[in-house]
T-cell receptor
């Protein structure tokens, strides 16, 4: 069973606020990812990391930042929330080794920006 | 560009067999994944194909043809709990996965 956690599960916040979405995994995975998913739509990669102090931007990263100070922790920060940020945010992790491995997903954070 | 196509929705009857197709055009290819996602939940891994052919895992099988850019997920002996979205994803480029929009499967009694 995958051990990857996200908090908060649900968040309603006003425009302009700074928010941090938390993601932690206890599997010792080197690779971690943040995705954004709207209902009925594909997952869009926001950021990914292949180890401590290594992060890369995905397709939708311009309005958010991440950090990877510890292997198990990969928080996502929105500096100034906007209604367009309303979405589901999914964190995932995978082992190193092969270039591609199955991803284990957290339960998600459903964000609403008013 | 990079593109993954799946049918939006499919309906099948409990106990039947259903095949969900996925075609892809990506700049790189390092394997194809299938995930199951129940409504409001996170995706969970079902299968991975990197070589041509069929991979079988219990009631679920996945097929890949790299020359055709084509895969399918075969679900046998459908159960009500199989009602979910099925996501096709391709490993393309360094550490990057491209996801399709998913196929919403409804299993009817």
């Amino acid at each position: 069973e995958a051990d990857i956690y996200q908090t908060p599960r649900y968040l309603v916040i006003g425009t302009g606020k700074k928010i941090t979405l938390e993601c932690s995994q206890t599997m010792g995975h080197d690779k971690m990812y943040w995705y954004q998913q709207d209902p009925g739509m594909e997952l869009h990669l926001i950021h990914y990391s292949y180890g401590v102090n290594s992060t890369e931007k995905g397709d939708l990263s311009s309005e958010s930042t991440v950090s990877r100070i510890r292997t198990e922790h990969f928080p996502l920060t929105l500096e100034s929330a906007r209604p367009s940020h309303t979405s589901q945010y999914l964190c995932a992790s995978s082992v190193a080794g092969r270039v591609y491995n199955e991803q284990f997903f957290g339960p998600g954070t459903r964000l609403t920006v008013l | 560009g990079q593109n993954i196509d799946q049918p939006t929705e499919m309906t099948a009857t409990e106990g039947a067999i259903v095949q969900i197709n996925c075609t892809y055009q990506t700049s790189g290819f390092n394997g194809l994944f299938w995930y199951q996602q129940h409504a409001g939940e996170a995706p969970t891994f079902l299968s991975y194909n990197v070589l041509d052919g069929l991979e079988e895992k219990g009631r679920f099988s996945s097929f890949l043809s790299r020359s055709k850019g084509y895969s399918y997920l075969l679900l046998k002996e459908l159960q009500m709990k199989d009602s979910a979205s099925y996501l096709c994803a391709v490993g393309s480029g360094t550490y990057k996965y491209i996801f399709g929009t998913g196929t919403r499967l409804k299993v009817l009694a």
